[in-house]
């Protein structure tokens, strides 16, 4: 069973794609040739999927069984939400052609696009997993979580993971996720975290629609949500396009680079430079950290 998806002109497939290769510790899809391999739970069923790429369009391709019609929509939507292809990038290419710090950048990386986190609970633990920790340490954090606790099918001798549940992270304690080499406090933001959505206190639904500022205030409100990750949360799961993390070190260090600076700029330095960027702050971020692959 397959499906069809028109990507907008302005969506690199590669580009995206390599954005996903990041790491080879990565459990939540699985990459063959240049095909994606992902398992997402959907009312009660998991749903496994690839998507790849096949004369301009992107072919949704079903594993494990006939879907049932409104699967079929969700999962399109999944993958429409997931590279978002629903942002229109034609505004934002404008804004940046002639800017001395995303003009050549757009040129370089056209068509790149976030490559979202479209469950809330994921991203969040994520964000809390990477905090004041290399990128590496981090993804053997999450490898050894979702190996331990998350669910899994098989499918043609392969595994596909799916990421732990709300419910069942709120069950654990720091017996179960020290020994993962986590440290108590984000042992303690991660249970936390997940009580909040087991409970209902916050969903993803909750802040659907909501301005921006009180989307960021309801996400703040989380034990171990700062502003860094509630940006992050609500740059790669809603969309905001007026997000982004702006005490990240690598935002930090891809403009010391692009601006041949001797040292990193300041805060108000990088809000003064990011007032340029109104309304497309989110994407700014995403080709300066984009940059940093050349320099690397």
């Known amino acids: 069973m397959m499906l069809t998806l028109t990507p907008p002109k302005e969506f690199d497939y590669n580009l995206c794609f390599q954005f996903l290769k990041r790491s080879p510790k990565e459990l939540l899809h699985t990459l063959y040739d240049k095909a994606v391999y992902k ?12 998507v790849e790429e096949k004369n301009g369009l992107l072919i949704i391709d079903f594993l494990n069984g ?16 997931w590279f978002d292809l629903d942002t229109d990038l034609k505004p934002f290419y404008r804004m940046a052609q002639n800017d001395e710090i995303l003009g050549p950048l757009i040129k370089k990386y056209f068509g790149y696009r976030i490559v979202g986190q479209p469950d809330l609970f994921e991203s969040l633990v994520w964000a809390v997993l990477g905090q004041q920790i290399n990128l590496d340490f981090a993804y053997t954090l999450k490898q050894r979580f979702v190996e331990k606790f998350g669910d899994a099918i098989q499918w043609n001798g392969n595994t596909y993971y799916l990421f732990p549940s709300a419910e069942m992270v709120a069950r654990l304690t720091d017996a179960d996720l020290l020994p993962l080499q986590f440290s108590r406090q984000k042992s303690n933001y991660c249970t936390g975290i997940a009580k909040a959505f087991a409970e209902r206190i916050i969903s993803k639904n909750q802040l659907t629609g909501l301005a921006f500022e009180e989307a960021k205030e309801k996400l703040m409100a989380l034990k171990g949500v700062g502003n860094w990750t509630a940006n992050y949360a609500l740059m790669k799961t809603f969309r905001y396009p007026n997000a982004f993390p702006l005490e990240d070190a690598g935002l930090h260090n891809a403009l010391k680079n692009q601006l041949g600076l001797a040292k990193k700029p300041g805060l108000d ?18 080709y300066l950290w984009k940059s940093l692959e050349s320099t690397s």
């Open 66 to 81: 006939k879907p049932t019609l409104s699967h079929q929509e969700r999962v399109k939507q999944f993958v429409t939400e």
């Open 269 to 286: 330095q990088i809000k003064k430079i990011f007032n340029n960027y109104s309304r497309w702050e989110s994407y700014a971020t995403l």
């Open 39 to 50: 398992a997402i739970r959907i009312d009660t069923e998991v749903i496994l999927f690839r």
